[in-house]
């Protein structure tokens, strides 16, 4: 008799790079989409091509997941070095798997001859088929699912039947334990369901936005929305270029927009520090511009695979002088999508550079979602044609002057970076100077209004302690929130955390009690709270590992609170 139903069942891979670990989850990913379930995958990997010791986390569920759990119900070990580094995480419910060649006979370690199974069907790259097969028979599934996965990855041919005839070996080898961990498949949703990684989904919301320029120096974990951006980009008609550096690539965005262009510059935190002049001369020649900043722990190199938020304030400060931007943090696949879209709109109409900012743990992750909404229509820049004396920094509502484009028109569009007047002609008039940096400064008032994302509040309105999140940490929070219910507490998740929406303040005038929730170490975000609005912030609960947070990190911080 199979045992009852789980509510949700994950499963870690451990191994070395060039195991094929991130295949096997994306294998599988597919596996339970096709059976009807939903499922996220969380790749965690070292800084090196070969070697070291990384793993890859799924969780597959009947109900959509869009947080990392330590959870660990099978753990299926490549190599020893996986075992140490991963047995932490696990417990004595969690079930072990390795192949004999590896570990030999141990009582604490469920066999599966992957090697041998392999090499049998063509191969010992085969083993990871294997893999798939085994664990999809411990869930107590057909091999359908399993099937229409393969064939989605490996397409029609002998490398096709090599990997089925793998994965039947490991789900025959499975026998015994079948339906273990029992997760029933269900019929398929109507309508495709899509399966991105957070740099899809970032490409995606640039294309909705109406992208058509792309330029980046590739920096890890920025690179894949460059690559994804390629990919697309004969059948959107973008151009891509990839930079001698990310000087380079900053300035080849501004010049794009100046030419009619809406560009994207796409980069990580040690690349966008390299642009901060670029930034500036987006600020005085008052150009949008919509960058992408993936963020990954620094200083210096830092840990350059790993996550954190510890870029918020680089990209408040970038840049010599004063002059306005906005900064959009998006905390799921969907945001990504929204929130890159929304940023070319919110640049294009405010002529000012907007950062959607990232993090590695969002853009490596890998979520089941519905169909993302397409514009009915590609969006158009705000452009118009330039009359013979048409004047670059005229006076305009909320200091925002009609933009005209080289060619466009009758009249000259003149942009210099020193400080000018409204034809864009250099000048050192005192009064002039003045004018055109109230001129700029005006453009925080849309961008904190109508042109704002709006933050959002999850639990009771009637709350007394506010957990304030950005960016990645919010899906965590809101799942832990669901286990740890405490009296009259809610989430505020912020996803435009520069400048400050208008609506925020109405939120922290409600709560008596404020915790700040960060991937980093010195509360950036609370710091920048407390200095714009001036609230008092009770607690922070960082971390700063280069991990993201999990479910259960969360509920432990929730369960210390309600006993305070």
């Not at 499963?11 to 096997?24: D, S």
């Not at 620094?298 to 931007?325: C, N, S």
């Not at 959009?328 to 900012?357: K, R, Y």
């Not at 452009?383 to 004047?391: K, L």
């Amino acid at each position: 008799m199979l045992p009852a139903p789980s509510s949700e069942v994950n499963v870690v891979l451990g191994g070395e790079a060039g195991h094929g670990l991130q295949t096997v989850g994306l294998v599988l990913a597919r596996a339970a989409v096709a059976g009807g379930l939903h499922v996220m995958v969380v790749n965690e990997f070292m800084s090196r091509i070969r070697g070291g010791s990384n793993s890859t986390c799924l969780r597959i569920s009947p109900q959509p997941v869009r947080a990392f759990s330590d959870r660990v119900d099978c753990c299926v070990l490549f190599d020893r070095d996986a075992l140490d580094r991963l047995s932490g995480r696990c417990t004595a419910a969690t079930l072990l798997v390795g192949d004999p060649e590896v570990f030999g006979q141990r009582p604490d370690i469920q066999p599966l001859p992957l090697r041998e199974l392999g090499v049998r069907a063509g191969g010992a790259l085969l083993a990871n088929s294997v893999v798939c097969g085994f664990l999809v028979r411990l869930l107590g599934w057909e091999m359908t699912p399993l099937a229409a996965a393969l064939h989605r990855t490996f397409g029609e041919g002998d490398i096709l039947a090599q990997n089925l005839e793998a994965a039947r070996s490991g789900w025959e080898a499975g026998a015994a334990d079948h339906g273990r961990f029992a997760l029933p498949t269900r019929p398929a949703p109507t309508g495709q369901r899509l399966l991105l990684d957070g740099s899809q989904s970032v490409a995606l919301g640039a294309l909705a936005g109406g992208c058509t320029f792309v330029s980046s120096y590739p920096m890890s974990p920025a690179t894949g929305v460059l690559i994804h951006l390629a990919k697309q980009a004969e059948a959107h008609g973008l151009v891509v270029e990839q930079a001698e550096d990310e000087i380079s690539a900053v300035n080849m965005g501004l010049g794009a927009w100046y030419a009619g262009a809406q560009a994207l510059v796409t980069t990580s935190g040690g690349g966008f520090d390299l642009m901060a002049e670029g930034m500036s001369l987006c600020g005085a020649i008052e150009s949008p511009l919509v960058v992408h900043l993936a963020q990954r722990p620094g200083p210096g190199t830092g840990l350059p695979t790993r996550t954190e938020q510890g870029d918020l304030e680089i990209a408040r400060y970038a840049g010599h002088g004063e002059f306005p931007r906005a900064i959009l943090a998006p905390g799921s696949p969907e945001e990504a999508f929204a929130c890159t879209a929304h940023a070319f709109a919110m640049a294009d109409a405010s002529q000012s550079p907007v950062i959607v900012l990232t993090d590695q743990y969002l853009l490596d992750s890998l979520c089941d979602l519905d169909p993302l909404p397409l514009p009915a229509a590609p969006p158009t820049a705000r452009i118009v044609a330039t009359a013979p004396d048409y004047r670059r920094y005229a006076p305009g509502p909320d200091g925002i002057s009609p933009r005209g484009i080289p060619g466009h028109g009758a009249g000259l569009v003149c942009a210099d970076s020193d400080e000018h007047d409204e034809e864009g002609r250099i000048t050192e008039e005192f009064e002039v100077r003045t004018a055109m940096v109230d001129k700029r400064l005006a453009k925080y008032r849309p961008l904190r209004e109508e042109l704002a994302l709006p933050p959002r509040l999850h639990g009771p309105a009637d709350y007394r302690r506010l957990l304030i999140a950005w960016g990645s940490t919010g899906p965590a929070i809101v799942e832990a929130l669901a286990r740890v219910p405490l009296e009259r507490t809610a989430l505020l998740h912020c996803v435009q955390v520069y400048p400050l929406p208008a609506s925020l303040d109405q939120y922290l005038r409600g709560a008596e009690r404020i915790i700040v929730i960060e991937n980093n170490a010195t509360g950036q975000f609370a710091r920048l709270l407390r200095g714009e609005t001036g609230c008092v912030i009770a607690d922070q609960w960082l971390k700063y590992n280069g991990l993201p947070f999990s479910v259960e990190d969360i509920a432990a911080l929730l369960r210390k609170e309600e006993q305070r």
